[in-house]
């Protein structure tokens, strides 16, 4: 009797709890190492090829300790890029809202699960084995099973809160987090047309995860960092397995190349340049939205002393309600912020120019009928007009996008 209380104390292991905790850190972490090396990076993106070894011990890790089948995954996310912060995107919070995604991520992902026409359009290439058809996908439930026996054997009663934690592990971090405040709170390198952000330092508890607005900016790289503070411990496992010949990186986000100052003064745009611009346009946007937001406040300063008091309509109160939606897409705004928007702008002035100049920029690589040619006539036109603007920050911007080099 004494022996099986003992077992039901501590299990197998009869471990302190300090040690129960710290293992229970290290599996959650497997299972956050499985996903974003296994189901993100190599198989949802394809940035990476696993050696076979390797790859299966993701599957059956995920499968006892998530319960999640790869095709269903893989679908779900290739479908919030494709459908990203629009009607169709499973788990957008521009969609559903924040505390939707927040709290029930996991709901959605269940849900959108149960579409035929988002696995068959969007899960090709994935496992197809017999140990997928027959066990890890029709037999999902009973991995988390088999997960809850071995933490009550190895931790007796304690191993049902080890499960419990597994269990929350992926859908409070994942589905909630990455997918919920990564679209909402943090920092932002690229201005990808979405919301998502980069929420550091949070990095070693989702594996870079946390890098989401540097991933949608690149999504098939397997490297998710970009600058130099930035520490992508997933990228770091992907190092070591391809050290061991484990693995094999296929795509990494391009780095930035400029020509020296003097070469661009000296030479005509080239298709190089109209390359490095169209590879790095993210990046090129978001030193765009820096003189947006700078032009916005010197005319909300210049208004100021004319503005009308009480007067909720007049186009200082405007522009202060409204200038950080200035520049953003129209796919991330509501439709009385956009009314508004266009009122401001309405008029011509600094702003208006500065605007529309961004618009047309957008345009040269939004282009999908354009040739080379075409293209390149259309960024030369729009340096030279920049340069011809009367807006210091926007000819300083057009010399250096001359300096863009593939």
């Known amino acids: 009797m004494q022996t099986f209380l003992n077992f039901l104390g501590g299990g197998l292991l009869q471990l302190s709890w300090w040690k129960v905790v710290l293992i229970t850190l290290v599996l959650t972490h497997i299972t956050i190492a499985s996903v974003t090396i296994f189901l993100h990076r190599s198989q949802a993106h394809r940035g990476l090829d696993l050696h076979p070894a390797v790859m299966h011990f993701f599957r059956f890790w995920l499968w006892l300790t998530t319960g999640m089948v790869t095709k269903e995954w893989v679908s779900i996310h290739r479908k919030h890029h494709a459908r990203c912060e629009r009607e169709g995107d ?38 197809d084995d017999w140990m997928e058809r027959n066990v890890y996908s029709r037999h999902n439930l009973v991995g988390i099973m088999i997960m809850l026996a071995i933490d009550i054997a190895l931790f007796g009663l304690e191993g049902l809160a080890v499960w419990a934690v597994q269990m929350a592990w992926i859908p409070f971090w994942a589905a909630g987090v990455v997918n919920g405040i990564g679209h909402a709170l943090g920092y932002r390198n690229f201005a990808s047309p979405d919301t998502s952000t980069n929420i550091i330092p949070i990095g070693i508890i989702i594996g ?34 391809r050290f061991f010949g484990l693995a094999k990186v296929k795509k990494v986000a391009p780095k930035l190349r ?4 003097k ?22 946007l978001a ?26 309509n007049c186009k200082w109160s405007l522009l202060s309600r409204c200038g950080d939606w200035i520049g953003r897409g129209d796919e991330v705004l509501e439709p009385e912020q956009r009314a508004e928007l266009e009122s401001v702008l309405h008029e011509e002035g600094k702003l208006s120019t500065v605007v529309r100049m961004q618009v047309e920029l957008s345009r040269i690589w939004e282009s999908s009928s354009a040739s080379s040619e075409q293209l390149l006539a259309d960024l030369r036109a729009w340096c030279q007009r920049a340069q011809q603007s009367g807006i210091d920050s926007l000819e300083q911007f057009a010399q250096r996008l001359r300096r863009y080099a593939a």
Not at 99 to 120: H, I, M, S, W
Not at 214 to 241: C, M, P, Q, R
Not at 258 to 261: C, S
């Open 90 to 127: 499973p788990h957008s919070p521009v969609v559903f809202g924040l505390g939707a995604v927040f709290f029930r991520g996991a709901e959605l992902y269940r849900q959108e699960a149960t579409n035929p026409d988002t696995l068959k359009r969007f899960g090709h290439g994935t496992p």
């Open 208 to 241: 870079g995860e946390e890098l989401h607005n540097n991933h949608h900016a690149y999504g098939t790289s397997a490297k998710f960092s970009s600058k130099w503070y930035e520490f992508d411990l997933g990228w770091v496992y992907i190092s070591i397995l």
């Open 258 to 261: 400029l020509q020296p100052e």
């Open 263 to 284: 070469a661009a003064n000296s030479l005509d745009i080239s298709l190089a340049t109209l390359q490095g611009v169209i590879t790095h346009r993210y990046e090129i």
């Open 287 to 312: 030193r765009y939205a820096d003189i947006i937001s700078s032009t916005a406040k010197e005319e909300i300063a210049r208004l100021r002393p004319a503005i009308k008091e009480n007067d909720p």
